[in-house]
C-alpha cells in the first residue's frame, strides 16, 4: 500500500458526490503492451485509477454507480489467478488485498463485470476518462455495455478528476517533498562524482541506481543529463555525449515515491567552476526564481506569472549587456516559468487559465538558453502554494 486507505476512500466519496444521479463511472487500470513477442513493457497504471483505489496492476475495473437516491455503490473487477501464469511472472493481487488497499468491499473477477452492467437498468449518464492513454482506455465491448451505451450520455470524468486532483492533501504533499528530498540528495551524490570524460549516460545511470537503492518507485521521468550545447535543447534525453572541462551540464531529474514525482533542475561546471560569464548568467537565473518565488501565491495567474518572467529576464539580460534593449527575450528564454506536479510530472489540471490556490504543488523553473554561446541553464525547485504566498519543498 503507498498511501492511506482513506486517502483512496475519501477521493472516491468527493468524486461519488459530482456524479449525477442514475450514472455509472468506469474507470480503468490499463492493459499491458507488447514489446516483443515474449515480453512487454513495464506497466504503468492509470494515474486517475491509482488516484482512486491505490492499486497498481493491470486489467483492473473501478466502477462506481449513483441511483435516483443518490447512493454511490463501489465495485472492483480484478483477474482470476492463473496458476499456471503465477509461475512465471508472479501472483495476482487477490481479492482480500484488493480490499485492503482501495477499502472497497466489493470485490469480483472481472468476468462478472458485463452481468453485473447488465443488472443497472435505470442508468441514464455514463462517464470514461476520455484523456487517457489508449491502453488505458476501457474497452465497451468488454464490459457487457453494448444494450446500456445505447441508452446513455456520455460523459468525461477527466475535468473532474483534474479539478480534485490540482489541489493536493498533506499526505500528497508528504510524498512528494520525500521524492524531491531524494531527488536532491541524488544530485549531490552525482556532483561529487562528475568530472570531465565522463559521460553524460553515466551520471543518469547513477541517478537512477541512487534512486532505486533508497527504495522508491524509480524515476519520475527520464533523466535529462545535458553537456555544454545540449543544454539549449530542453528535452534533450539521448545523453550520449562526453563531458568536457569548462561546460556546464544541466540536469533535469526526479525520484516517484508512492507514486508522486519530484522535479528539479540543477545546471552544474564539469570541472567543478565556472567562468566569469557562466556565474553571470546562472546569477542571473537565481536571481529571477528568488523573484519568482515571492509572486508564487494564492490568486496569482499562471499566465501573468509567465509575462512577469519573461520581464525580469529582459531587464536583468539588458542590464548585464547579454541582449540589445528591447529585444525579443524569447529567442533565450523558450519555455514556461513553471506547470503542476503531483502523479504526473506535467500533473493533471483544469482547463483555461490556472489561478494558483492554496494546496497547488508547482514548479518554478526560469532558464537561460545561449545555443551560441553553448550555453543552457535551468534552475527548478517545487513549491506548494500556502494561505500566505508558497513554501519550496
Given at each position: 500500500m503507498a498511501l492511506s486507505q482513506t486517502f483512496y476512500i475519501n477521493n472516491r466519496e468527493k468524486l461519488g458526490s459530482q456524479l449525477a444521479i442514475n450514472s455509472l463511472a468506469i474507470i480503468f487500470s490499463g492493459r499491458e503492451i507488447e514489446m516483443t513477442e515474449d515480453a512487454n513493457y513495464p506497466?504503468?497504471?492509470?494515474?486517475?485509477?491509482?488516484?482512486?483505489?491505490?492499486?497498481?496492476?493491470?486489467?483492473?475495473?473501478?466502477?462506481?454507480?449513483?441511483?435516483?437516491?443518490?447512493?454511490?455503490s463501489q465495485q472492483l473487477f480484478i483477474e482470476e489467478a492463473d496458476p499456471v501464469k503465477e509461475k512465471w511472472v508472479g501472483k495476482k493481487i487477490s481479492n482480500d488485498e484488493a480490499k485492503e488497499v482501495?477499502?472497497?468491499?466489493?470485490?469480483?473477477?472481472i468476468k462478472e463485470l458485463p452481468k453485473e452492467v447488465e443488472r443497472l437498468s435505470s442508468i441514464k449518464t455514463l462517464y470514461f476518462d476520455f484523456k487517457c492513454p489508449k491502453h488505458q482506455s476501457f474497452k465497451t465491448e468488454d464490459g457487457g455495455l453494448k444494450n446500456i451505451i445505447k441508452q446513455c450520455e456520455l460523459k468525461d470524468l477527466h475535468p473532474i478528476l483534474a479539478k480534485m486532483r490540482v489541489i493536493k492533501t498533506p499526505e500528497e504533499v508528504m510524498a512528494i517533498r520525500k521524492a524531491?528530498?531524494?531527488?536532491k540528495a541524488g544530485i549531490a551524490e552525482i556532483k561529487a562524482l562528475m568530472k570531465p570524460g565522463m559521460h553524460e549516460y553515466e551520471l543518469a545511470a547513477f541517478f537512477e541506481y541512487f534512486v532505486k537503492k533508497e527504495g522508491t518507485d524509480g524515476l519520475a521521468f527520464e533523466t535529462i543529463v545535458a553537456s555544454g550545447q545540449?543544454?539549449?535543447?530542453?528535452?534533450?534525453?539521448?545523453?550520449?555525449c562526453s563531458l568536457k572541462s569548462g561546460d556546464l551540464v544541466l540536469f533535469d531529474l526526479g525520484a516517484r515515491v508512492d507514486g508522486y514525482c519530484g522535479d528539479l533542475s540543477r545546471t552544474l561546471p564539469v570541472n567543478g567552476e565556472m567562468t566569469t560569464l557562466q556565474e553571470k548568467l546562472v546569477t542571473i537565473v537565481k536571481?529571477?526564481?528568488?523573484?519568482?518565488?515571492?509572486?508564487?501565491?494564492?490568486?496569482?495567474?499562471?499566465?501573468?506569472?509567465?509575462?512577469?518572467?519573461?520581464?525580469?529576464?529582459?531587464?536583468?539580460?539588458?542590464?548585464?549587456?547579454?541582449?540589445?534593449?528591447?529585444n525579443d527575450i524569447t529567442e533565450f528564454y523558450y519555455h514556461g516559468i513553471g506547470h503542476t506536479l503531483g502523479l504526473d510530472t506535467h500533473d493533471?489540471?483544469?482547463?483555461?487559465?490556472?489561478?494558483?490556490?492554496?494546496?497547488?504543488?508547482?514548479?518554478?523553473?526560469?532558464?537561460?538558453?545561449?545555443?551560441?554561446?553553448?550555453?543552457?541553464?535551468?534552475?527548478?525547485?517545487?513549491?506548494?502554494i500556502t494561505d500566505q504566498g508558497c513554501e519550496v519543498l
Open positions: 506497466f504503468f497504471a492509470n494515474n486517475n485509477f491509482y488516484y482512486l483505489t491505490g492499486i497498481r496492476e493491470p486489467n483492473v475495473v473501478l466502477v462506481l454507480s449513483k441511483n435516483h437516491q443518490g447512493v454511490i482501495s477499502g472497497i468491499e466489493e470485490v469480483y473477477y524531491i528530498q531524494i531527488t545540449n543544454a539549449t535543447v530542453l528535452h534533450y534525453v539521448s545523453n550520449r536571481s529571477v526564481q528568488q523573484e519568482m518565488f515571492c509572486a508564487y501565491k494564492p490568486g496569482a495567474v499562471m499566465k501573468d506569472l509567465q509575462n512577469q518572467t519573461k520581464e525580469l529576464f529582459l531587464e536583468k539580460c539588458c542590464s548585464a549587456g547579454f541582449i540589445p534593449e528591447n493533471v489540471r483544469p482547463e483555461g487559465d490556472l489561478i494558483l490556490a492554496p494546496g497547488m504543488v508547482m514548479t518554478v523553473e526560469p532558464g537561460l538558453y545561449l545555443e551560441k554561446l553553448g550555453i543552457g541553464i535551468r534552475i527548478e525547485d517545487d513549491v506548494v
